[in-house]
């Protein structure tokens, strides 16, 4: 008995070591859309045991790819969801291998399902992917109703400020619209019209070379399904608060058309102050304290229309136009005082300013698409063409308060214009040139010509005439034109993915004083020299960790170029307190940026962490100082930084519990030293910051739907001084009336709170200012969605047949 235990012992490992080997750990595939044969993005992949347990699971890249690695059970089968299609499962058999391709999986359109409009209550808000951030629009109760910014404020890692600028990590990223640049202002974007915003906080090789804060990409909504869909939403609130929209879309055979438009408006009564402390030798000489109150109405109009157009099986064309004129209309009133050394007042006064600013832009595209009998070969081709105009003016009244006495002052107009026509070439190609590798390659022309004509008029009283100041008056001229080439290479050796890539970036702006034949600057490469000023790698390294979760490094080089307002010696805006004028010699940033990143995706939880870094050399910067021929006025310029060195912590996490609440937490740690030693400026300035944001959402019984939102930014270092801390809190609710009509409420600001406050220290002046761009309101809106999926408008029969959606059933791979 003895003498055969070690045979029982070789028999018994030799079963384990079979069944391991016939265990699936890895599983892949491809999920298309069985009409369009396009891929879905975001769909839902599960894994479960034989007591229905789920182990694992993911979601589809945009390529319709997905891949389930290290599954530690025996998975029994499969499911696969995607909004408004039929479930797919498929039972997984023990094989001999470890590694199953399921190849391209079909959906087929679930038209029972799109028939009810029960698409909303399947979606999830945030998606956290190893290389960017995902975020669902439409499932943010706070943006319904909204503009872009209402989404943008909630997204994890992203901050905005009061002139309505967005931040990621502190620095400015790119805004695109569906991949391409925009002279859109974000206001002038309807919520509504969005379908999801995706964030890239460290883009390769691919994306622009002056990508260096990131990139903020902004999905309009497209029509994918057959059948013809409408929605339409108007609302108001405090606060003269606004909207309409509407979204109408049709799909058939080959063919599809959507259109979209509507307005917003918005009234604001806000109240600020700057108080300043003026200094010589470290002495105080004097006070001058400013309080202001103003009133603004705004009016922002939307139209857009597109078409795809399916060429062949394998080519597409998309034609897309919008409008927007939009309207800013300010009153405001301000009450100032001078104090001498000794504290007595020495002047009184205050000023009337009424300010009105027009924009109107024109946008349009045309994209084509190929692909390829190769999976995974596509060529794409683009042109955008943008032309803006807007149109400011402003007047200035001053009066000066002697005891009972008020005396009329000077009264100054300021009208500005400004014409710009952007036109982008972009064509990129996309081919896998070995099993586990890809080769991405591409080009790209940016042409943007601008005219601006900024004149001032002052005159002594009201009853006199105005009269031209030629020396703040300017008539000027920009030409902008970058090209731009890449190659950007990745693949997969084991459990490491690995992606290198290489941009040729040339630069040429000039900018000419019209007026005087002036020209001001900058081109890369002029010569031999700098050609290293043209050239930005980029290199990532990614590898699993586990079933669930993601390790990634990357690396990349960035250039920060001036614009026009930072660049031209024009004065661009003046008053009688500060005048803002461009500095000539201003070179480009370079940035070295590297990242290091952990996402972890379980079924109930998302997690993405990471460590970043950045060194900015020559960083354009604004500063201030009194002007020497009035210590009262103020100049406001840009100078070039000495060096500028940032790192920082960055953490998301979403979670959900009981399929009802679901929790999202963002925090941002970051430490900055910055330096400027120039003629007029030297300062340095270091030290620690941090912001944090949660959103909470809860569905109560199927139909009433709440959601919480609170933001903190702790104060953070300028060159000269600090940016105060600021906090808010939003709450917001939506409830199904029925299935295709909805009301939602939003309170934005509820503790009215939000207040954007400065503090500048130099040698010269100790200066805080405190402005808002909007107060609390509320919000009320109703939508109503209509639509018959599959049918024809032009004819009565329907076009496609209808599926009564039967879940359970299996579709066969192709």
């Not at 438009?261 to 304290?289: K, P, Q």
């Not at 040729?504 to 031999?528: C, D, H």
Request: aromatic share 12%; net charge neutral; glycine share 8%.
């Amino acid at each position: 008995m003895c003498k055969n235990k070690p045979y029982y012992l070789i028999l018994l490992l030799s079963v384990f070591y079979v069944d391991g080997l016939s265990q699936i750990r890895n599983i892949q595939g491809k999920v298309i859309d069985i009409n369009s044969e396009k891929a879905l993005e975001y769909a839902v992949v599960s894994i479960f045991n034989e007591d229905s347990s789920l182990i694992s699971g993911g979601f589809t890249d945009s390529l319709g790819h997905f891949a389930i690695d290290k599954i530690k059970q025996n998975p029994a089968y499969i499911s696969i969801t995607f909004i408004g299609y039929q479930d797919y499962f498929k039972e997984l058999k023990s094989a001999n291998h470890r590694d199953l391709d399921l190849g391209i999986i079909p959906l087929k359109v679930n038209y029972s399902i799109l028939k009810e409009f029960e698409i909303e209550a399947e979606k999830s808000t945030v998606f956290f992917d190893i290389d960017k951030r995902v975020y669902q629009v439409d499932k943010d109760l706070g943006a319904l109703g909204g503009t872009s910014l209402d989404a943008l404020k909630n997204i994890p890692g992203l901050t905005v400020g009061i002139d309505n600028s967005v931040q990621l990590r502190n620095q400015s990223p790119t805004i695109f619209i569906d991949g391409r640049p925009t002279l859109l202002t974000l206001e002038q974007i309807p919520a509504d019209d969005i379908d999801r915003i995706e964030v890239i906080t460290n883009p390769s090789a691919k994306y622009l070379a002056s990508a260096s804060g990131g990139i903020v990409n902004i999905i309009l909504k497209q029509n994918l399904k057959p059948g013809y869909w409408g929605s339409l939403r108007a609302g108001t609130g405090t606060n003269n608060r606004n909207n309409f929209n509407f979204n109408l879309s049709f799909r058939e055979k080959k063919f599809s058309l959507q259109a979209s438009g509507g307005f917003n408006t918005a009234f604001n009564n806000n109240n600020g102050y700057s108080n300043r402390i003026n200094f010589e030798n470290d002495i105080e000489t004097g006070r001058f304290n400013l309080t202001n109150n103003n009133e603004s109405n705004r009016y922002n109009i939307n139209g857009r229309i597109s078409s795809d157009i399916k060429l062949s099986k394998n080519s597409s064309l998309r034609i897309s136009y919008s409008y927007t004129p939009n309207s800013v209309i300010t009153q405001e009133n301000q009450d100032f005082e001078v104090i001498d050394n000794d504290q007595n007042t020495v002047l009184t006064g205050f000023r009337i300013n009424d300010l009105e600013n027009t924009w109107r832009t024109h946008w349009g595209s045309i994209n084509y698409k190929k692909d390829y009998k190769k999976e995974g070969k596509v060529l794409t081709s683009d042109v955008t063409v943008i032309s803006s105009s807007n149109r400011n003016n402003s007047t200035f009244e001053n009066y000066l308060e002697l005891g009972n006495f008020l005396i009329p002052g000077i009264i100054q107009q300021n009208q500005g214009a400004r014409e710009a026509d952007y036109i982008v070439w972009q064509l990129d190609y996309e081919n896998p040139i070995l099993e586990n590798m890809m080769l991405e390659t591409g080009l790209r022309a940016a042409y943007k010509q601008s005219f601006a004509d900024f004149e001032v008029f002052f005159k002594e009283d009201i009853d006199s005439d105005f009269i031209q100041d030629n020396t703040l008056s300017n008539y000027f001229r920009v030409d902008d034109f970058v090209g731009a080439a890449y190659a950007n290479l990745k693949g997969k050796i084991g459990s490491i993915g690995w992606q290198a890539g290489l941009r040729y970036e040339q630069t040429n702006f000039v900018a000419e004083q019209l007026v005087s034949g002036e020209k001001f600057s900058y081109i890369y490469p002029s010569s031999l020299n700098d050609v290293d000023k043209t050239l930005f790698p980029s290199v990532y390294l990614s590898r699993k960790i586990g079933g669930d979760g993601t390790m990634q490094v990357n690396f990349s080089r960035k250039i920060g170029r001036p614009g026009y307002m930072e660049l031209i010696p024009f004065i661009t805006y003046a008053d009688r307190q500060i005048i803002q004028i461009g500095n000539p010699v201003l070179a480009p940033s370079f940035i070295h940026l590297a990242e290091w990143n952990y996402s972890l995706s379980k079924p109930g939880i998302q997690l993405l962490t990471g460590i970043y870094g950045r060194n900015e050399n020559g960083a354009i910067t604004r500063v201030v100082y009194p002007s020497e021929l009035d210590p009262e006025v103020l100049i406001s310029t840009y100078e070039n930084g000495q060096t500028q060195n940032t790192f920082g912590f960055e953490s998301s996490l979403k979670k959900s519990f009981f399929e009802k609440l679901d929790f999202t937490l963002n925090g941002n740690a970051f430490y900055t030293d910055i330096s400027i030693a120039q003629e007029t400026i030297n300062a340095r300035n270091q030290g620690w910051s941090w912001n944090a944001k949660a959103m909470l959402q809860y569905s109560f019984f199927e139909k009433l739907s709440i959601q919480v939102n609170g933001n903190y930014e702790a104060p953070r270092i300028i060159p000269q001084g600090k940016i105060l801390s600021i906090w808010f809190a939003d709450f917001s609710a939506n409830y199904k009336i029925t299935k295709k009509l909805n009301a939602s409420f939003a309170v934005s600001d509820v503790f009215n709170s939000k207040r954007y406050r400065t503090l500048f220290e130099t040698t010269d002046l100790i200066q805080e200012t405190s402005r808002r761009w909007e107060v609390r309101f509320i919000r009320l809106n109703l939508s109503w969605r209509f639509g018959e999926p599959g049918k024809s408008i032009f004819n009565r029969r329907n076009r496609y047949e209808r599926d009564p959606g039967n879940k359970g059933t299996e579709i066969q791979e192709l």
